[in-house]
Nanobody, 122 residues
């Protein structure tokens, strides 16, 4: 069992930055692909970024490439999402997820966090 707790969301102006953090419990953290998804009101939850168990491999959805950076620290059981040059369309609830495979599809996710809200004002 893995429990995930996100933090770091908030209100920011367009062009600003936020850093989301996800703290994970459990001794098997490094065996999971870790991902961030987001969900805007009335829309489906969509993939944002993923990092492999070792941290060597990352993948991003096209809309955040060059602006967001995902990283993990297996010694501290944490995953970070650094978000720069934020846009109003980045406004959503952001969810940390632990999964298998590429971690890019909800079907691959085994554990979800409760989410943290990010609001970007224009």
């Amino acid at each position: 069992q893995v429990q995930l707790v996100e933090s770091g969301g908030g209100l920011v102006q367009a062009g600003g930055s936020l850093r989301l953090s996800c703290a994970a419990s459990g001794r098997t953290f490094s065996t999971y692909t870790m991902s961030w998804f987001r969900q805007a009101p009335g829309k489906e939850r969509t993939f944002v970024a993923t990092v492999s168990g070792s941290g060597d491999s990352t993948y991003y959805t096209d809309s955040v490439k060059g602006r967001f950076t995902i990283s993990r620290d297996n010694a501290k059981n944490t995953v970070l999402l650094q978000m720069n040059t934020l846009k109003p369309e980045d406004t959503a609830g952001y969810y940390c997820a632990a999964g298998v495979g590429s971690g890019r599809f909800p079907s691959q996710i085994r554990f979800w966090g409760q989410g943290t809200q990010v609001t970007v004002s224009s």
